[in-house]
């Protein structure tokens, strides 16, 4: 899963285009592109599309955002739409594993009211939204089977800090969301699910956006969340591996084969041991979900 695209759920004719635009999935937002006046309205938009949209051919994965745990809008917005069988919910401003197992209850109870089958409905949850959440990013492992993989936000993050501003003169994340992003990383590595980097919220700027995916994809993450349709094929490219890529963890494998109960190989002069055979492994995994190899 390489792009998740947002859509805000009263967003009319761009749920259609999110549906088009190449993304791996979409998340149907009822959090904060939806005012609180909304949200009675956007439930019912997000119910009425997403049980529409589920049952279409070759279709992206279906998530929908809604509120924090704090907010108490949480239940009207499950009650809403796990009737409609999303893939997966966002919880935003999660405070570390035990706010999934919350979630998780949550979303147990309305499955079996639905008729859906339990644990149908997975969580991607957003772990660095408040200042506590980051202290609990190591709390995720075992949570809950639900939980599908973790993403950082440096907008509540900045505001709850009490910051200026979340990025620098150079348009990069300063320290504090910086040390957000890894323990996103570093949380969803410990709980064995995927890590998915933050939105680039300048739509317009495409450089910016393949610098930091580029950035992401190296460092280990497994995608990026989009705000903007232009920005799906970036993601989608730069988190697709490489030919290059390929044949190179093709040869890993292969060298590692060749050499049973060897701890260490040699390739072109370079030493490669057991974390590059993971990471070759890693990357031969990712290509075949891209569909690549
Ligand atoms: N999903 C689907 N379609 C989208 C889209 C999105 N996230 N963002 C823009 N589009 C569509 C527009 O409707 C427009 O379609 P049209 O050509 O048929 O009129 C086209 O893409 C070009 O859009 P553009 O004019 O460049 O942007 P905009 O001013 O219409 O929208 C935003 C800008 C930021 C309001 C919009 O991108 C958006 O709503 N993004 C998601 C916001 C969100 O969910 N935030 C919460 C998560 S951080
Ligand atoms: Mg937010």
């Known amino acids: 899963m390489r792009s998740f695209l947002f859509v805000p759920a009263d967003g009319g004719k761009k749920l259609d285009k999110a549906m088009a635009s190449g993304a791996d999935a979409v998340i149907v937002d009822l959090e904060d592109s939806i005012a609180p006046d909304g ?18 051919a070759n279709r992206p994965r279906l998530l929908v955002r809604v509120n924090g745990l704090a907010t108490g809008l949480t239940d009207a917005d499950l009650d809403a739409v796990v009737p409609a069988r999303p893939d997966a919910i966002m919880l935003p401003k999660a405070e570390g594993g035990a706010g999934v197992v919350h979630a998780d209850a949550k979303l147990s109870a309305r499955e079996a009211i639905a008729g859906v089958p339990e644990g149908h409905i997975k969580i991607v949850a957003i772990a660095t ?9 190591g709390t995720y492992r075992d949570a809950s089977p639900r939980l599908a993989g973790l993403t950082w936000g ?31 990383l570093a949380g969803a590595a410990a709980a064995q699910v995927p890590a998915i980097d933050t939105v680039t919220v300048d739509f317009r700027d495409l450089k910016a956006l393949r610098r930091e995916s580029e950035e992401a994809q190296r460092d280990g993450f497994a995608g990026k969340m989009a705000i903007h349709p232009a920005q799906v094929p970036v993601i989608n490219e730069v ?5 290059a890529a390929i044949a190179k963890a093709r040869a890993v494998v292969a060298a590692f084969e060749a050499n049973p109960g060897r701890g260490a190989v040699g390739i072109d ?8 055979l993971e990471r ?9 979900t891209a569909g690549v190899a």
Do not use: I, W
């Open 239 to 243: 988190f697709t591996p490489t030919a």
């Open 280 to 288: 070759a492994r890693q990357l031969l995994a990712r290509a075949v």
């Open 154 to 184: 440096a907008e509540d993050l900045s505001a709850e800090l009490g910051a200026q501003a979340n990025r620098g003169p150079d348009g990069r994340f300063l320290d504090p969301y910086r040390l957000a992003r890894a323990l996103c």
């Open 129 to 137: 939204e408040t200042a506590t959440a980051l202290f609990l990013a």
């Open 39 to 56: 949200k009675a309205g956007a439930r019912r938009s997000a119910a009425d599309f997403v049980s529409d949209a589920v049952q279409t």
């Open 269 to 276: 002069g370079v030493m490669y041991d057991r974390p590059h």
